[in-house]
């Protein structure tokens, strides 16, 4: 019997289940049945636990192996045919060893196991901006991730069925011996072979993997942009929304961005989410940019979400989550640190007692995760099903910086804004690698999802302007600045609203700005602080620049830049010497 009118499907999974011998192959539809069923056998097993019913209906914890929770990015490849393309802000293995390397770990690893095939599709399934994968596992916590993150199952299937086009993804847990995990991409054949990890980032091939490293590549072929962006639409009292890019490293509050909550001094105007991670762009008939979120969920950081931080997060999470790694209470609701609720942990994210907050602390693994639907947000934006995807106005570069960067500033045009991404950098907290305040160099904050060499990707974005003559205003924004004594200048979080009103201001041609070296800063008057609590001097600090510092930055911009050697585009260079010029004059 054949599962699929789709000959090329038909025979890899024939070739796929030679290779790794599962007992037996599930083709999963992607019907509410389908997850309940998973659910019960892992809770079965083990796999999930359930948590308190009445206060969390339908949500479960899943605890993972305590050396596989992040991301591995010693472990994941690019394998292009040549390491050039790849480029030196991946690591590259050459296609033919890297088959034979994972293969062998593939081989036989599923024997005992049940392989699923998981269609699914990145984006609206009426989309043209979408693109459809087909993910085999033998995870079945993998597969009810996708559920939640992707449109997965029968209507993907008809998709790839009519299309003919998929992404091959190949994912084991494998052993999970840290030294046999592999994550390889190979972008000139549209597959992604991932082996040894069951974390979200590793193992949900549709996300970092396909909608970001796979989808750079095509996307520069193919004249779009796949980028590491939450889209946000911005209402204002009349009614009127606008759409917003923005693409931030880590620790800099993305979602919490993607869903903020108006200020009580903005009644009247409404933040809607389209996407908290990944954005895919397309020059529409008017020449505006359009994007399309290609997920369907959040795979978000829990520690640190409080109805204070992000209610909206906070909302989409008390019901159908599968929680990562987090503690429990002692009854029995998901607890991690910075929740707010007055609970006590009694159990950490290890499955270990715990006597109080800090007895065997933390609680949460500090990156463990929720698993969300995105229509659980308060205020999800139906848009987020338009085919067409949205018009964007503003595209928002950000860093977490101490000092240097102010509040905002606007790049004089497109081929500078594109210096501007690139040139993006941010502080290391805690929670992501141990090591505090050291600057990151993270262009467009995509250093860990490019699939191809950096500096063709910046040559793709400047060419970006001969496809389209509408582009959005491009920004970059800092919401960290802070004083010598470390206190925050500026209050963040709901506040920031203003600093997009301004933003879209600008591409209005509506709000005034003082011109700089570096870009457009928000004269005093321009950026609105009625009843905002903050200090006339703090204000002049985060809008304005310290030309010696900033000639110190696009120093060490440039060299970061040049360390790519004679790929970079010229026009890139062209723009960090006019800076520098500017800077000096
Ligand atoms: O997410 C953040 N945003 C964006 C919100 C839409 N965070 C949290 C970052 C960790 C992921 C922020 N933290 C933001 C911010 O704008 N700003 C700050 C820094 C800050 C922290 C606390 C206060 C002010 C600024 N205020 C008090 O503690 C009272
Ligand atoms: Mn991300």
């Known amino acids: 019997m054949s599962n699929t009118s789709n000959t090329a499907l038909e025979q890899w999974i024939k070739e796929v289940a030679e290779l790794t011998k599962p007992d037996r192959i599930v083709w999963c539809n992607g019907s509410q049945d389908e997850y309940q069923g998973l659910v019960d056998e892992m809770l079965a097993n083990g796999t999930l636990s359930k948590l308190n019913q009445d206060d969390y209906p339908n949500c479960y914890l899943h605890r993972s192996d305590p050396r596989d929770v992040a991301r591995v990015e010693g472990a994941t490849m690019i394998c292009t045919k040549t390491e050039i393309d790849a480029g030196p802000n991946n690591i590259w293995m050459e296609p033919t060893a890297a088959h034979e390397k994972i293969d062998a770990m593939f081989d036989g690893c599923m024997q005992g196991r049940t392989m699923y095939v998981v269609p699914y599709c990145m984006g609206p399934i009426a989309s043209p901006l979408s ?71 590793n193992a949900l091939l549709g996300k970092k993997c396909h909608a970001l490293r796979i989808a750079s590549y095509q996307a520069r072929s193919e004249g779009w942009l796949a980028e590491h962006m939450l889209i946000l639409g911005l209402t204002n009292p009349e009614g009127v929304t606008r759409y917003v890019a923005a693409a931030f490293p880590s620790a800099c509050g993305k979602t919490n961005l993607a869903m903020l909550v108006p200020p009580e001094s903005h009644k009247g105007w409404k933040v809607s989410t389209i996407g908290d991670d990944i954005a895919w762009l397309q020059p529409g008939k008017d020449g505006k940019l359009y994007a399309i979120n290609p997920e369907a969920g959040f795979f978000g950081v829990v520690p640190g979400t409080s109805p204070k931080t992000n209610y909206n997060a906070y909302k989409s999470i008390e019901q159908d989550t599968i929680f990562t790694n987090v503690g429990v209470t002692a009854d029995n609701n998901p607890y991690w640190e910075g929740k707010e609720s ?43 099903e338009n085919p067409g995807g949205v018009p964007i106005d503003a595209i928002i570069f950000g860093g977490r910086r101490r000092e240097l960067a102010p509040l ?28 505090v305040g050291v600057v990151r160099r993270d262009p467009m904050a995509m250093k860990p999802f490019c699939g191809y060499n950096f500096a063709d990707y910046f040559g793709h974005w400047l060419s970006m302007s001969e496809k389209s003559d509408n582009l959005p205003g491009v920004f970059h924004v800092n919401w960290f600045r802070r004083d010598e004594d470390g206190r925050f200048l500026w209050p963040g979080f709901g506040e920031n609203l203003r600093v997009l009103r301004w933003a879209l201001d600008r591409v209005d041609g509506k709000a005034d700005a003082v011109e700089t070296a570096i870009g457009y800063l928000p004269t005093a008057e321009s950026l609105d602080t009625n009843d905002l609590d903050i200090a006339a001097d703090d204000l002049e600090a985060i809008l304005s620049i310290d030309k010696n510092q900033w000639a110190a930055e696009m120093q060490a911009v440039g060299e970061y830049l040049e360390s790519y050697g004679e790929r970079l585009p010229a026009a890139l260079r062209d723009e960090y010497k006019k800076v520098q010029a500017a800077l000096a004059a």
């Not at 997965?152 to 840290?178: C, W, Y």
């Not at 993006?424 to 141990?434: L, P, R, V, Y």
């Open 131 to 201: 693109r459809c994968g087909v993910e085999v596992t033998d995870s079945p916590y993998v597969v009810a991730n996708m559920k939640i993150m992707t449109r997965m199952g029968q209507s993907a299937l008809n998709r790839i069925e009519k299309e003919g086009n998929f992404v091959k993804g190949l994912h084991s847990t494998g052993e999970l011996d840290p030294d046999r995990r592999f994550i390889m991409h190979f972008p000139e054949e549209l597959s992604i072979k991932s082996y040894g990890s069951g974390y979200g980032g």
């Open 408 to 435: 905002i500033y606007e790049a004089k045009d497109w081929a500078h804004g594109v210096l501007v991404g690139a040139g993006m950098a941010s502080e290391t907290t805690a929670a992501a690698t141990g090591q």
């Open 342 to 384: 007055g609970e006590t942990p009694v159990i950490n994210w290890k499955g270990e007692p715990m006597t109080s907050e800090t007895d065997n602390g933390p609680a949460a693994h500090p990156n463990s995760r929720f698993t969300a639907h995105a229509t659980y947000n308060p205020v999800y934006s139906p848009e987020s």
